[in-house]
């Protein structure tokens, strides 16, 4: 698989939401490779171009991805809590299941992040590592696929009717500066 780093960003700070679906398409290819690599190798010694992948995975797992929890926790969520609206109490009750599944998959990362870094470093996994390392990566996937719906289809799309220009200005901005970027346009 070749290792796809310079994913295009469709949207830009000053349509965070739109921003914020983009990164679910990283979520999904960055899964998708580290589950290309462990049924490719199943374990056995990385080639340059597994090993790339693997890397780039892992990297994207441990630094952008706390980032996209941070965003929806930090900008996101709290805004549509301070709604009074009935479409925002639905919107609540799913962002309750969804920082649930955030705490789920940030245990599961930790651990295919361990035993991502063995690989890299050993040169390759025992049997039961790759089988530990398989069965997280399925139970990621599984939840990112409903866990990414209920974002895309139906949170997102309720907070773009519910939040104010001023509420998706200042979400832009903070999601700026997370990564430690000054958005003068915003
Ligand atoms: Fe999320
Ligand atoms: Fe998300």
């Not at 190798?41 to 797992?61: M, P, T, V």
């Not at 220009?165 to 999601?175: A, H, L, S, T």
């Amino acid at each position: 698989m070749p290792v796809s780093l310079g994913v295009q960003k469709d949207h830009g700070f000053d349509d965070p939401l739109g921003l914020l679906f983009d990164c679910h398409r990283r979520i999904e290819l960055f899964l998708k490779m580290l589950l290309k690599v462990a049924g490719d190798l199943q374990g056995s010694q990385l080639d340059k171009q597994h090993r790339d992948a693997l890397e780039a995975a892992l990297r994207y797992f441990s630094t952008a991805m706390p980032r996209h929890t941070a965003d929806e926790e930090e900008s996101l969520f709290p805004r549509l809590r301070q709604m009074n609206s009935p479409e925002a109490d639905v919107a609540l009750k799913r962002i309750e299941a969804l920082e649930a599944d955030h705490v789920a998959a940030d245990r599961d990362h930790q651990r295919v992040d361990v035993l991502g870094r063995k690989w890299l470093a050993d040169g390759q996994l025992s049997r039961p590592e790759l089988e530990e390392l398989t069965t997280l990566l399925n139970r990621l996937q599984q939840m990112y696929t409903r866990h990414i719906q209920v974002e895309d289809t139906s949170l997102f799309p309720a907070a773009r009717r519910m939040l104010s220009e001023d509420q998706v200005r200042e979400i832009g901005r903070e999601m700026a500066e997370r990564r430690g970027l000054k958005p003068v346009e915003l």
